[in-house]
């Protein structure tokens, strides 16, 4: 019987699929490999930074007391609205502003002075740059116990200076302003050539075309320092006056060891938010309070470092 003309031949076997291209080793390890190498940062990270912020915050919701570390009862919000009734809270706040400007403020302008001076052709440069930082090489320790013999009431070097050209003795320790001003002293002592290197650094990206055409046009060195200096400098500015107004607030080594108590003199007279967080955990034993004081801190240091960005850029855009 003839196959009719519409019946259809069976199908052939499938054509062979070709194997899916396998990407080589090598590539795979060199596309991992950033990972790899940063993968430790962030570990340490976690470990020693996300994760002691995060559980300060647990602590900061319970009542924990030192010697009962292990024990946690819960109060919620109770910590920080003690804080908002204590009056030596807003005394530490008080004192970290004051103390904060009192030696942010001399130090930048002294760092900036320096710095323009360095950046001229002197004889020993080298010299002068390693002096600038031998303060900050100095631990805080010897340098807050020296100043606090210079600072003293009876035998200190700036009593007998103002006792020399016919002034009162000062107490360095128990006034307030007084020793507030000593402890910002040392502040500025130590940190104004660590900032004034990081003016010089900025100072010398500043192409030297600018100077000339200055120089050109008649401006003095007091004007090419303010119309081209200084505004080359701006985003320097901006970086050591977030990090100085960091490490205000965080201050405590030269406060505790410049009368050696954690109360911040007497009368708490410049006890700042550093000494009362140490004052509530490991002199009362209070470590949900502590810990609710370190996260106002770092709170508090937050909306700062916001605060100065948004001031520099909108001073960049009035520039424009």
Same mark, same amino acid.
């Given at each position: 019987?003839?196959?009719?003309?519409?019946?259809?031949?069976?199908?052939?076997?499938?054509?062979?699929?070709?194997?899916?291209?396998?990407?080589?080793?090598?590539?795979?390890?060199?596309?991992?490999?950033?990972?790899?190498?940063?993968?430790?940062?962030?570990?340490?990270?976690?470990?020693?930074?996300?994760?002691?912020?995060?559980?300060?915050?647990?602590?900061?919701?319970?009542?924990?007391?030192?010697?009962?570390?292990?024990?946690?009862?819960?109060?919620?919000?109770?910590?920080?609205?003690?804080?908002?009734?204590?009056?030596?809270?807003?005394?530490?706040?008080?004192?970290?502003?004051?103390?904060?400007?009192?030696?942010?403020?001399?130090?930048?302008?002294?760092?900036?002075?320096?710095?323009?001076?360095?950046?001229?052709?002197?004889?020993?440069?080298?010299?002068?740059?390693?002096?600038?930082?031998?303060?900050?090489?100095?631990? *805080?320790?010897?340098? =807050?116990?020296?100043?606090? @013999? #210079? $600072? %003293?009431?009876?035998?200190?070097?700036?009593?007998?200076?103002? !006792?020399?050209?016919?002034?009162?003795?000062?107490?360095?320790?128990?006034?307030?302003?007084?020793?507030?001003?000593?402890?910002?002293?040392?502040?500025?002592?130590?940190?104004?050539?660590?900032?004034?290197?990081?003016?010089?650094?900025?100072?010398?990206?500043?192409?030297?075309?600018?100077?000339?055409?200055?120089?050109?046009?008649?401006?003095?060195?007091?004007?090419?320092?303010?119309?081209?200096?200084?505004?080359?400098?701006?985003?320097?500015?901006?970086?050591? *006056?977030?990090?100085? =107004?960091?490490?205000?607030? @965080? #201050? $405590? %080594?030269?406060?505790?060891?410049?009368?050696?108590?954690?109360? !911040?003199?007497?009368?708490?007279?410049?006890?700042?938010?550093?000494?009362?967080?140490?004052?509530?955990?490991?002199?009362?034993?209070?470590?949900?309070?502590?810990?609710?004081?370190?996260?106002?801190?770092?709170?508090?240091?937050?909306?700062?470092?916001?605060?100065?960005?948004?001031?520099?850029?909108?001073?960049?855009?009035?520039?424009?």
């Amino acid at each position: 019987m003839a196959l009719s003309s519409t019946a259809r031949l069976p199908a052939g076997p499938p054509a062979p699929v070709a194997p899916a291209a396998s990407v080589p080793a090598g590539r795979v390890r060199r596309r991992l490999a950033p990972y790899g190498f940063l993968a430790p940062f962030f570990v340490l990270f976690a470990a020693f930074g996300l994760f002691p912020l995060v559980y300060t915050a647990w602590v900061s919701l319970h009542r924990v007391e030192l010697q009962t570390s292990d024990r946690m009862d819960w109060l919620g919000l109770q910590n920080y609205t003690r804080l908002l009734d204590d009056p030596f809270f807003w005394n530490a706040l008080r004192n970290t502003f004051t103390i904060g400007v009192l030696s942010t403020v001399p130090q930048l302008l002294m760092a900036l002075g320096l710095a323009h001076l360095l950046n001229y052709k002197l004889r020993g440069r080298t010299f002068f740059r390693v002096a600038m930082l031998m303060p900050y090489a100095t631990s *805080v320790a010897a340098a =807050t116990l020296v100043f606090a @013999q #210079l $600072f %003293g009431r009876d035998y200190g070097l700036i009593n007998w200076v103002l !006792g020399s050209i016919g002034l009162d003795p000062v107490d360095w320790q128990a006034d307030t302003w007084a020793s507030q001003f000593g402890v910002s002293a040392i502040v500025t002592w130590r940190w104004s050539g660590y900032n004034a290197l990081i003016y010089l650094a900025g100072m010398q990206a500043i192409p030297g075309e600018l100077y000339e055409s200055a120089a050109v046009d008649g401006a003095s060195r007091w004007q090419q320092f303010r119309h081209v200096t200084v505004p080359g400098l701006r985003p320097t500015i901006v970086f050591t *006056v977030i990090v100085s =107004t960091i490490g205000a607030t @965080q #201050l $405590f %080594g030269e406060p505790l060891l410049y009368e050696g108590n954690s109360g !911040g003199g007497i009368s708490h007279q410049y006890q700042t938010l550093g000494l009362y967080l140490y004052e509530q955990g490991w002199t009362f034993f209070h470590l949900g309070r502590a810990a609710a004081v370190a996260w106002v801190m770092f709170l508090l240091i937050v909306v700062l470092a916001l605060l100065n960005a948004a001031i520099a850029a909108r001073r960049n855009r009035t520039d424009r």
